[in-house]
């Protein structure tokens, strides 16, 4: 039997339970069988939930791109590792072998080094899906510099903020970016940025889409010219076990996006392991991941998982919907996808499509079907198993975080009898525990409760960039000696997790996290509005959509409500990006406030919900007469 590669129900009991009583011996052997290291760890694991300290395989040494790509070329050298797949499906797919991928690695080092770039420095990447990200991830990796790419969605405030946070020293950009039949001027949104960012030095361009684009004289610079005058080899940088890998910005509820450190070896073995187990990837799969390489799933399942086990991984560059919605199916039939991940917002917008885009196309090669980013309801949970998977193909509804850097509770294909809604059960080596209000663990099924870990595993963030302090308020000081998750779920009979959903003010919009604060914030800065309160309600494709109560400054303001709507939604692009939009906005003359000024979201999140039946006491709200109002108004 091997730890590595779960392969029975009965192998997933017994390598569970060993991950459980015997945490270190389990990863110390998974490391030690499966990676290259420069040198061997001191200790598996050190930990202090107390202190918020975690250390594994401390005093090792390794570099994760040695592990991706040095050790595949005796073997692996003329083997696909990246099928690039463009937005337009008339322009050639590139397939990029493990050989070529470690040389244009070394290549992007050199010139990150060229450009002054040293272990420890932070480089911010703001691309679109091109095998460009992937090289300059790597290449950050490479030479030990701190990657912080930065979903190429976002406006040019969010990405100032995110440069500024860490002190980027240099940003990898391109012209601009393919997505469906529009394109984007990325270089002119890093220009504006680049105006409040006094930390960066110098910007590189990939040429994409040819368009005009202004170079700023000796900080801007095209890539290519540079790449054809780098040398082809590069040696790793040999780094520490617990060396930043790279931080990954994700919304909390309240304040600054947080930047989630994630360090090197433990990141790189669970990620790794997940990736073999969870899609049971077999030498010659192709597998492709839909997610932009922006989020923690595009890292760790698009690029480090896979290519750690010299698998073959896809790069879409476009969206689900050009030329039509039949394109995912032709993707899948060209390059003969054997395991394809993505996520229910895009189940759902598939799934009310016609049938013939999919009908049209020979899935016949698909073997897994894997979704993550929010709970995949049971309607396009059906849909995916029939009309996708034809009643055939496992599902695996994945659960995990930023934070968490890897999936956490999933089935295990061909392994775990599967049930919709069911992230299932955690994988070896995750202890989840499910806590009541009052802090006690809820022992015992059925139970449900908050979601929180009580033990470390490899690949969960160090971190909080620059805000330990932050790091242990979030996760660690509402359930002692607990990682809190910021989840519901519930747990059956059988010992199976259901997600349900945020127990805070995080709303997850198609996948993408938002905290309600930074939105608030966006609103409040329109000279119109006095305050806001944001909020989710269902969306049959989005999941949540997002509901703004506005009051305005002067009560019986003449203008034109759909124009302020329209201004305000405007703001929200500005300073966070389109994703960040509200679907609807109810003008009111109060929020409902608990005596000590809270804003009860509880309440608006119910009339949002259209279900304001029973909204449980309001008498000890300080303006219980508001709410009335607020009902009666958002039926119009
Ligand atoms: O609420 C959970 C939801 O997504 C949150 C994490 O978002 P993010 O850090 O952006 O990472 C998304 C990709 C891993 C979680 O706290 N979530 C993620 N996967 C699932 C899920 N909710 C239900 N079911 C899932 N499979």
């Not at 590792?81 to 290549?107: G, K, M, W």
């Not at 095209?222 to 930043?244: N, Q, T």
């Not at 806590?435 to 979601?451: F, S, T, V, Y």
Request: charged letters at 25%.
């Amino acid at each position: 039997m091997s730890q590595y590669h779960i392969k029975s129900l009965e192998e997933y009991f017994q390598v569970y339970h060993k991950s459980v009583r015997q945490p270190e011996t389990f990863w110390e052997e998974i490391a030690e069988e499966n990676f290259v290291w420069k040198k061997r760890w001191d200790s598996v694991l050190d930990w202090n939930f107390e202190k918020h300290e975690i250390k594994w395989f401390d005093g090792a040494q390794l570099n994760i791109t040695e592990n991706c790509l040095d050790r595949h070329l005796a073997t692996r050298g003329n083997k696909t590792a990246i099928i690039f797949e463009p937005n337009d499906p008339s322009e050639p797919s590139e397939h990029i072998t493990y050989r070529e991928l470690h040389r244009r690695v070394c290549q992007f080092a050199n010139v990150l080094k060229d450009q002054g770039i040293k272990r420890g420095d932070r480089v911010c990447i703001y691309l679109p899906m091109i095998p460009q990200l992937a090289v300059a991830m790597l290449a950050c990796a490479r030479i030990g510099a701190v990657h912080s790419v930065v979903f190429a969605g976002f406006s040019a405030n969010a990405l100032a903020e995110r440069i500024n946070d860490c002190e980027c020293k240099i940003v990898v950009t391109s012209d601009g970016s393919f997505r469906g039949n529009k394109t984007l001027n990325l270089k002119a949104i890093v220009d504006e940025a680049l105006e409040t960012c006094p930390t960066v030095a110098s910007v590189l361009v990939v040429k994409r889409t040819k368009e005009e684009v202004n170079m700023k004289e000796e900080r801007d610079f095209w890539l290519l010219p540079l790449l054809d005058a780098a040398y082809k080899d590069c040696d790793p940088e040999i780094m520490g076990a617990e060396d930043p890998l790279f931080i990954l910005y994700t919304s909390g509820s309240t304040g600054l996006p947080k930047g989630m450190l994630h360090t090197t070896a433990g990141y790189m073995v669970y990620t790794a392991y997940t990736f073999k187990n969870v899609f049971q990837y077999q030498e010659n799969d192709v597998y492709w991941c839909t997610a932009d390489i922006g989020w923690i799933t595009g890292h760790s399942y698009l690029i480090y998982g896979p290519l750690a086990n010299g698998a073959t991984t896809v790069m879409y560059e476009g969206i689900p919907s050009y030329p039509d919605w039949s394109r995912f199916w032709h993707i899948v039939e060209k390059h003969k996808v054997s395991q394809f991940y993505t996520a229910p917002t895009a189940i759902r917008a598939l799934a009310k499509e016609n049938i013939s885009f999919v009908e049209e196309f020979d899935l016949s090669s698909l073997k897994v079907l894997g979704s993550v980013g929010e709970p995949l309801n049971e309607e396009a949970w059906h849909w995916y198993n029939d009309i996708i998977g034809k009643g055939k193909r496992p599902i695996v509804d994945t659960w995990f975080q930023t934070e968490t850097g890897g999936i956490m509770i999933s089935p295990i294909p061909f392994v775990t009898p599967t049930i919709p809604t069911f992230a299932t059960l955690p994988i070896p080596g995750i202890q989840p525990c499910l806590m009541n209000d009052e802090g006690n663990e809820i022992k015992g099924n059925p139970a449900e409760g908050r979601l929180c870990i009580k033990f470390p595993w490899p690949s969960m963030a160090r971190s909080i960039w620059g805000n330990h302090e932050r790091f242990k308020e979030t996760y660690f000081s509402l359930f002692e000696n607990k990682y809190f998750t910021g989840d519901g779920a519930l747990r059956d009979n059988t010992g199976y997790y259901r997600i349900t959903g945020r127990v805070d003010d995080v709303i997850i919009v198609s996948g993408h996290n938002l905290g309600t604060a930074p939105i608030e914030d966006a609103i409040n800065e329109h000279p119109a509005v006095a305050e806001s309160a944001v909020v989710g309600f269902p969306h049959e494709i989005k999941g949540n959509a997002l509901y703004g109560f506005v009051i305005l400054k002067e009560t019986g303001e003449t203008r034109d409500h759909d124009n302020l709507r329209k201004e305000i939604n405007q703001i929200i692009t500005e300073r966070i990006g389109p994703i960040a939009k509200l679907e609807k906005i109810q003008f009111t003359i109060g929020l409902p406030k608990t005596r000590s000024g809270k804003i009860m979201r509880r309440i608006l999140r119910k009339i949002a919900n259209n279900d304001s039946s029973d909204l449980g006491d309001i008498s000890t709200l300080l303006n219980p007469e508001v709410v009335e109002e607020i009902i009666e108004h958002s039926k119009v």
